[in-house]
């Protein structure tokens, strides 16, 4: 059964949707975006996203296409739409479509950002069997542009470090920059020692997790200590848990890190329950 997606302003089957060989998003990655997951077919942390689109927005000087409760009557529609009990909502918003490529910015007044969202079925999404066993990472160079706070779609080197990653035999990679470990591809990345959970800052360095801040808040209430600094894939490798965080993994276990075990090589105490506090606190939040 096709989905039901929305462009512009419709409501369409996805065969039907279409967008402009002009525009921007895809002649540039003149775009942002935003995953959101839907858990019993709530959204979770719908207001963290809106506030952190309006400010990828911003950052580049892109017009808002909607505002923050047009967008989650959007969202809302298209879970209704299609039915989704467990998945995600991608969203995107691209500088819209000139009718020609000019590096130059169109001027908004004349070329409308374009809106695009469309849902991901995900049925046991927060049942992944992947989350009991842990996941391998390997650590690639972080080469990606100096403004990873705003979640744009220029996606090119985390999709190359996921295929590093696949041909390693790993799920995913951790980035290194100046040899501290910035993110994982498309998720921040943590370690644990003892009872202390230890990340990396927030800065332009690394997106601002929504998922991020909410662990951090439910380990804080849980009375465990948080450090925000840089740590190296060596103390990685010697820390008791690893773990990601994101909207489409929750909180995830990293068992392995350039092929050596972390802990016993098995999810500890800390990532599994930090998932099952963010799981219950997430859907008691949900709208
Ligand atoms: N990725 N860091 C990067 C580079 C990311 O792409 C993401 C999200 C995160 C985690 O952010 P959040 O907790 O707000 O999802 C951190 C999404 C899920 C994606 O690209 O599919």
Do not use: C
């Amino acid at each position: 059964m096709s989905r039901i997606v929305y462009v512009n302003g419709e409501y369409l089957p996805e065969e039907d949707a279409k967008i402009s060989i002009f525009d921007r998003g895809f002649l540039m990655a003149d775009g942002v975006y935003e995953v959101t997951s839907v858990l019993d077919g709530k959204l979770v942390d719908f207001e963290g996203h809106a506030v952190r689109l309006e400010r990828s927005l911003t950052e580049l000087d892109m017009a808002a296409p909607a505002t923050k409760d047009e967008l989650l009557a959007i969202h809302r529609e298209l879970v209704e739409r299609n039915g989704i009990v467990e998945g995600m909502i991608y969203l995107q918003v691209t500088r819209g479509a000139p009718g020609d490529r000019d590096f130059a910015f169109p001027d908004p007044e004349e070329t409308p950002s374009t809106l695009v969202l469309f849902t991901q079925n995900k049925p046991g999404l927060a049942d992944n069997p992947a989350a009991k066993k842990g996941i391998k990472v390997i650590s690639i160079e972080d080469i990606r542009w100096g403004r990873r706070d705003i979640k744009t779609v220029q996606l090119l080197y985390p999709s190359m470090g996921k295929m590093m990653a696949k041909k390693a035999g790993a799920d995913d990679a951790w980035l290194v920059e100046d040899g501290f470990v910035t993110e994982g591809t498309s998720n921040n990345a943590y370690i644990v020692k003892g009872r202390k959970i230890i990340t990396r800052a927030l800065s332009s360095d690394i997106l601002h997790g929504i998922t991020r801040a909410a662990v951090l808040r439910f380990a804080k209430e849980a009375q465990m200590e948080v450090e925000e600094r840089n740590f190296t894939i060596e103390e990685a490798q010697d820390a008791d848990e690893a773990f990601i965080t994101s909207a489409s993994t929750f909180v995830m276990p990293v068992v392995e890190i350039d092929g050596a075990q972390i802990g016993t090589g098995t999810p500890g105490e800390v990532a599994p329950r930090l998932r099952e506090i963010y799981l219950e606190e997430s859907l008691k939040a949900a709208v």
